[in-house]
Nanobody, 124 residues
């Protein structure tokens, strides 16, 4: 039963911060690259960030670079996405996903296991 469960979404004001969590079960986290994606109404799914299996490399979409930080804690079987300086255009359903390949190479299209998402709303 391979499973990823997102949490930490909510309503925040522009300029605020949130930390999203992706808890994994049924597989060994350190054997997988983990990505964060988002989907807003009327827009295509966007790859937000990816972290390699050992945490040695990280990738970010240009739209979030400098504001978001991805990290992983293997002791807690959890990957995090720290989101700072949030903007209304960051509003979306956020999903985490995993692939057996350990490097974030074709990560935007290569994910095999998906969570059900957590909603982030940025509004005043």
């Amino acid at each position: 039963q391979l499973q990823l469960v997102e949490s930490g979404g909510g309503l925040v004001q522009p300029g605020g911060s949130l930390r999203l969590s992706c808890a994994v079960s049924g597989f060994t986290l350190e054997n997988y690259a983990i990505g964060w994606f988002r989907k807003a109404p009327g827009k295509e799914r966007e790859g937000v960030s990816c972290i390699s299996s050992n945490g040695g490399s990280r990738s970010y979409a240009d739209s979030v670079k400098g504001r978001f930080t991805i990290s992983r804690d293997h002791a807690k079987n959890t990957v995090y996405l720290q989101m700072n300086s949030l903007k209304p255009e960051d509003t979306a359903m956020y999903y985490c996903a995993a692939e057996r390949f350990r490097l974030c190479v074709a990560w935007r299209t290569g994910m095999n296991i998906w969570g059900k998402g957590t909603l982030v709303t940025v509004s005043s």
